[in-house]
């Protein structure tokens, strides 16, 4: 069965702090997504990345990094943490770019920043 | 710009009543893809159906059913005789054929609740 696992559940970080998301799939996709959810405002596209070292900003990729080293992993990173950045944080992959791939999704890491 | 309306927030019903979740779409493209995703309490997301811009057949699968019309620009999505386990957060999404790297958008999602 194709997984995608994101490393914690939960979180907890103070303000200013550097925070990091990691996420594994284990379906040797080339895609893979970075998505923020809060309500009213569905699934918001923070970053993403087609390939090993390459990347591209989503709608709101401020205060975002990311990095892939290597095609199974593909981390977010909050630089400085903020209060604004308390969220539902869920990752997706996809086999390739091409038509009508749908993603497959993790759990979703709920941080929440104080 | 592609965009996706689901103007239900939220929706609630009791147990074996029917439900549509709406959903209306913006795109220029001529090829793109619909999907329905539900997002039950354990927070990750459940992928349902995909279905493409050039077929405009009607789908049914089981207690779920969902009508396409480009004419509207309408993807929704009916669950008949509903029951407690279908309570979750819905949402419909877009992808473009020619978008990079397949980007998928989402509606901001429907919560559905269904009352015993």
């Known amino acids: 069965d194709v997984k995608v696992t994101q490393s914690s559940r939960y979180l907890v970080k103070r303000t200013g702090e550097k925070v990091f998301l990691e996420c594994v799939q284990d379906m040797d996709h080339e895609n893979m997504f970075w998505y923020r959810q809060d309500p009213g405002l569905g699934l918001r596209l923070i970053y993403f990345s087609y390939d090993v070292k390459m990347k591209e900003k989503g709608d709101i990729p401020e205060g975002y990094s990311v990095s892939r080293e290597k095609k199974e992993r593909f981390s977010l990173i909050l630089e400085s943490a903020s209060t604004n950045q308390t969220s539902m944080y869920l990752c997706?992959?996809?086999?390739?770019?091409?038509?009508?791939?749908?993603?497959?999704f993790g759990s979703g890491t709920r941080l929440t920043v104080v | 710009a592609q965009k996706v309306t689901q103007a239900q927030t939220e929706i609630s019903v009791v147990e074996k009543e029917d439900v549509t979740l709406d959903c209306v779409y913006e795109t220029r493209d001529t090829t793109y893809y619909l999907f329905w995703y539900k997002q039950p309490p354990s927070g990750e997301l459940v992928f349902l159906i995909r279905r493409n811009s050039f077929d405009e057949q009607n789908e049914i699968s089981g207690r779920y059913s969902w009508n396409f019309q480009k004419s509207t620009s309408s993807f929704n999505f009916t669950i008949t005789a509903s029951q407690v386990v279908d309570s979750a957060v819905y949402f419909c999404?877009?992808?473009?054929?020619?978008?990079?790297?397949?980007?998928?958008?989402f509606g901001s999602g429907t919560r559905l609740s269904i009352r015993p």
């Open positions: 999404a877009l992808s473009e054929a020619y978008s990079s790297a397949s980007k998928i958008i």
């Open positions: 997706a992959s996809s086999i390739r770019t091409g038509v009508g791939y749908g993603y497959t």
